[in-house]
């Protein structure tokens, strides 16, 4: 066999998708949580350090980003794993956006958190 018609072949069992590029897609979208998470944990430590306030704005984007990825991988591939995670994903984002609203309404006063 030549290398055209083994990739032809490979092409065929892959059902024309390339193995390789799957492989780089999700190096690049573990990379990308866990530098997302690294960011979010830095963002979050220099706020705590300069002024002693939580600062919850970086997870909300963090959880939402992991909630929706997780949501796809359930309606793809209809695990029931998936859908459970891709929940306690959402409620972490909707607790946060509860609290971040509440934080900004004036609701929660941060302010106290610093005096103790």
Excluded: P
């Excluded at 069992?13 to 944990?41: H, P, R």
């Excluded at 963090?62 to 959402?90: N, P, Q, R, S």
């Excluded at 972490?92 to 958190?113: A, Y």
């Amino acid at each position: 066999m030549t290398k055209e018609e083994i990739l032809e072949q490979s092409r065929k069992e892959n059902n024309n998708k390339d193995i390789f590029d799957f492989e780089v897609q999700k190096t690049a979208v573990m990379a990308a949580y866990f530098s997302s998470f690294g960011l979010c944990l830095f963002i979050s430590v220099l706020n705590w350090i300069f002024t002693r306030r939580i600062n919850v704005q970086c997870w909300i984007i963090f959880f939402g980003m992991l909630t929706v990825a997780f949501f796809i991988k359930f309606f793809k591939m209809k695990k029931w794993h998936e859908l459970f995670v891709a929940l306690c994903y959402l409620a972490i984002f909707i607790l946060l956006t509860l609290v971040f609203v509440f934080q900004i309404t004036g609701r929660i006063n941060t302010d106290s958190i610093t005096n103790t």
